[in-house]
Each structure stands twice: as structure tokens, then as C-alpha cells.
């Protein structure tokens, strides 16, 4: 069946880059694009960006100049990697498949020194 | 970017009442290929947001028949019917007609 799930570190100091690290079993990536959302403790959602099934992305554009997005396909991974950290950066982080059907479990970032 | 506006913000329901929630965009969310992109999440306590309904009224897999969507243009509904404990927790709308994709701000709903 179809699954996602986050992995990386659970605090990052400030200013320094967090890389996020989605793996995914039950369908392919040169299919299906791959989103990554994120929610701050008890906020709402927000979109960060998308990895294409042709491996082309697109980036919110208030995160656009810290972001990046790229996969393995060989190894069904889609990583994200974030730079410049800052304590609003301080959130649950979600992969998602294409239609935004399928949800990783999500994994807690803290961004503290 | 596309706003979406979800009322209310909280819902104070009794087990086995009815609940309405609407999702109001700030723009028609009909794609240029006709389609509709208006999706429903549940997000449990402690969980990831869980597709209830995608591109307006189309139930997921799994959902039952309590769920049903509606709404066409820029106005959306979703009515829980029946409400048992397990549908506790935050709904919010998700259109993906426009890039970037964004949600509405939820809604909580709570037993009364």
C-alpha cells in the first residue's frame, strides 16, 4: 500500500540547514510528484513545495530563496534541505503524494539553540 | 495566492448531531479542464490531515457516508452527519486549482 514517511533530525540550531529525508513505498516516483507541508505547533498548513514525476519543482515563494527539493528515484527517497533556520522555522514537516491523498506520519523540527 | 476562508472556526456539536462547515475561496477554483480542485481534511489529535473528500464531493476511500461535500465556484460545504467521537479533531479545505496550493484556516470541531 501507499506510504510515506519523514525522517531527520529533531533540533536544529539556528541559522544552520535542516535535511529532510521522505521515503515512500507503493508507487513510484517517476509517477507521482511529491509535496512537502509543514504546521507550526497549533497552526494551520502551509505548502513549501513540489518535486514533479519529470523532476522539475516549485517553491512557496516566501521560502523560495532557502529551499530546495530533489529525489533519488533509485531508492524512493525525496529529500528536502532548508537553509538559514530560524525559530518560526519551528514545525511539524509533511511529505504528501501528488493529489495530496497520501500523508508521511510527519516529523517534529525544533530550531533552538 | 488564493485564500480560503473556513466558518466557523470552532463547532461545539452533540454525539449524533449535524455539522456544517464552509470553505469560501477568494477566487472560482474551476481548473480550465473543468475540474474542480476543492479537497477535505480531517487532522486528529496528534496525527497527519487524513483526506476526507477530494474535488468537491468525491468521497476517499475508506470514508463513510456520514462525509458528503458540496459547492461549486468559489462556496464550499462539508456536512458531517451522525457525528460520532472519532470525527473529533481539525477539518480544513485544500485547493489545488491554483499554484500555490493552500488551505483554509480549519475548523475545530468539539463535543458538546
Known amino acids: 500500500q501507499v506510504q510515506l514517511k519523514e525522517s531527520g533530525p529533531g533540533l536544529v540550531q539556528p541559522s544552520e540547514t535542516l535535511s529532510l529525508t521522505c521515503t515512500v513505498s507503493?508507487?513510484?516516483?517517476?509517477?507521482?510528484?511529491v509535496h512537502w507541508v509543514r504546521q507550526p505547533p497549533g497552526k494551520g498548513l502551509e505548502w513549501m513545495g513540489i518535486?514533479?514525476?519529470?523532476?522539475?519543482?516549485d517553491y512557496n515563494s516566501a521560502l523560495k530563496s532557502r529551499l530546495s527539493i530533489s529525489r533519488d528515484t533509485s531508492k524512493s527517497q525525496v529529500f528536502l534541505k532548508m537553509n538559514s533556520l530560524q525559530t518560526e522555522d519551528t514545525a511539524i514537516y509533511y511529505c504528501?503524494?501528488?493529489?495530496?491523498?497520501?500523508w508521511g506520519q510527519g516529523v517534529m523540527v525544533t530550531v533552538s539553540s | 495566492d488564493v485564500v480560503l476562508t473556513q466558518t466557523p472556526v470552532s463547532l461545539l456539536i452533540s454525539l449524533g448531531g449535524q455539522a456544517s462547515i464552509s470553505c469560501r475561496s477568494s477566487?472560482?477554483?474551476?481548473?480550465?479542464?473543468?475540474?474542480?480542485?476543492l479537497h477535505w481534511y480531517l487532522q486528529k489529535p496528534g496525527q497527519s490531515p487524513q483526506l476526507l473528500i477530494y474535488?468537491?464531493?468525491n468521497r476517499f476511500s475508506g470514508i463513510p457516508d456520514r462525509f458528503s461535500g458540496s459547492g461549486s465556484g468559489t462556496d464550499f460545504t462539508l456536512k458531517i452527519s451522525r457525528v460520532e467521537p472519532e470525527d473529533l479533531g481539525v477539518y480544513y479545505c485544500?485547493?489545488?486549482?491554483?499554484?500555490?496550493?493552500?488551505f483554509g484556516g480549519g475548523t475545530k470541531l468539539e463535543l458538546k
Open positions: 477566487q472560482s477554483l474551476v481548473h480550465s479542464n473543468g475540474n474542480t480542485y
Open positions: 504528501t503524494r501528488s493529489g495530496f491523498d497520501y
Open positions: 518535486i514533479r514525476s519529470g523532476g522539475s519543482t
Open positions: 474535488q468537491v464531493s
Open positions: 507503493g508507487f513510484s516516483l517517476t509517477s507521482n510528484s
Open positions: 485544500l485547493q489545488r486549482t491554483h499554484n500555490p496550493p493552500t
